[in-house]
């Protein structure tokens, strides 16, 4: 009987990507459309995150973008979106970047542009304060005139509101903390002293966000050349003014040529590419050339003027704390003296009484030795034996004395 042979290699089409459902052992149908059962397609959304976008005339919307979404818009790398990322605990930054400024300040983390502001979608109670108060002032300037630039107004909010916070913060662990310092000074006790360091643990984190704000705010008033970069409306409109520029005198000069190609000779092929190619030189020399001014050439009294004011209102709540800490460090020396003084008592009253105790056994010496079973004249009488201890009384006394007298006069004990 003749054995039936295998269909040829190739004659039997196999499909590796077939879009059709494939069903695994139970019967279930795996939608992927993979023949592997249990495997899902990698969801293109699935790095998007929730923004807030703000633009020039106060309107608010949410827009969901992923990482790179964010880069493309804003021109930014993706070390400054890490400073963005509330899974993180960041310092408080401010960067001035080509088309955008990145703003980390406590809980407002954003990005400002020439014409728009990326806000992290979040409920704390500061984001929604800053989109809230942000909106209506874009509002209410829409009806007056301003010469502050929108990246500025977004910026000055952020550090309104920042600077208003910690201050607010400050003040209230001010009435928190005065009391209980004071409640130390009068009762040491386990409860208040940990209670105390509980709040100087506060403190220092406290002054830590100040101190990186206020040195924030003080390095770029420093930096003409970073102050320059964050004026982005400047940079937008001279940007567009030169690619204006560039193009009108590439025009011009293609026209040109063309003119005089066509009077002096018929059009070529090798010319017509000539121009051509000077046409699309226009957009490679608007990319190559730069846009960015020195710092001695950029008006920035407007940006230091702002930067300045709100320095001197983080620099005072520093202040604050370094004043309060003075407080506590204060408090601290005053216990340490109390508990001094309290040793030395200690001290004095446990020397008093060793010297007492140092009489005393010599006075009980004496009284043994009279103690013992011999035979001696003293014991026949007893008005004898009265007389020895009234003499060892006096001795012990005397001896008490010039113990004190020594030590008044070494000044160990204020007699």
């Known amino acids: ?36 059962p249990g495997l899902k397609k990698r969801s293109h959304n699935q790095g998007s995150r929730s923004w807030t976008l ?33 899974l993180f605990i960041y310092p408080s930054t401010i960067l001035g970047r080509d088309k955008a400024i990145v ?15 990326l806000l992290k979608n979040s409920v704390d109670g500061s984001v929604v304060q800053f989109q809230t108060e942000l909106c209506k002032r874009l509002e209410i300037s829409k009806d007056h005139c301003d010469d502050l ?26 009435l928190e903390i005065y009391p ?22 506060h403190l220092l984190a406290l002054t830590q966000r100040v101190q990186k704000v206020c040195d924030e705010i003080e390095q770029l ?30 025009f011009d000069d293609t026209l040109e040529s063309f003119k005089y190609a066509s009077r002096s000779a018929p059009v070529s092929p090798v010319a017509s590419s000539t121009g051509k190619k000077r046409f699309q030189r226009v957009f490679s020399n608007i990319s190559s050339k730069t846009f960015s001014s020195s710092s001695g050439d950029e008006n920035i009294d407007q940006l230091e003027m702002l930067l300045e004011a709100y320095f001197v209102l983080v620099d005072s709540t520093l ?24 040793q ?27 103690g013992m079973n011999f035979e001696d004249p003293v014991f026949s009488d007893a008005s004898t034996f009265n007389w020895v201890l009234i003499i060892s009384g006096v001795f012990c006394g005397i001896m008490y004395c010039g113990f004190l007298i020594y030590f008044k006069h070494k000044k160990v004990i204020p007699l």
């Open 1 to 36: 009987m003749a054995r039936p042979e295998p269909p040829p290699f190739g004659s039997v089409p196999v499909s590796f990507n077939s879009s059709k459902q494939h069903t695994d052992g139970n019967g279930f149908q795996n939608p992927s459309g993979s023949g592997f």
């Open 54 to 86: 703000i633009d020039l005339k106060g309107n608010s919307k949410i827009v969901e973008l992923d990482k790179f979404s964010v880069m493309r818009r804003c021109s930014l790398p993706s070390r400054d979106l890490r400073l963005l990322d509330p």
């Open 103 to 117: 703003v980390s300040l406590e809980q407002i983390r954003c990005i400002i542009t020439a014409d728009e502001v």
């Open 149 to 174: 630039p929108f990246e500025f107004k977004a910026l000055e909010l952020a550090l309104e509101l920042t600077s208003t916070s910690l201050d607010s913060q400050v003040k209230q662990f001010e």
């Open 180 to 201: 209980v310092l004071d409640e130390l000074a009068r009762s040491i006790s386990t409860l208040n002293l940990e209670r105390v360091r509980r709040f100087k643990g």
């Open 221 to 250: 008033m420093n930096d003409d050349g970073d102050m320059a970069e964050m004026y982005l409306t400047k940079k937008k409109e001279r940007r567009e003014n030169a690619t204006n520029d560039t193009l009108s005198e590439e």
């Open 319 to 342: 202040h604050k704390l370094l004043s309060l800490k003075e407080y506590i460090d204060d408090t601290e020396d005053l216990i340490n003296i109390n508990l001094g003084n309290v």
């Open 344 to 370: 030395n008592q200690l001290i004095q009253f446990e020397l008093l009484l060793t010297a007492a105790t140092f009489v005393a056994t010599v006075f009980a010496v004496v009284t043994a030795v009279f």
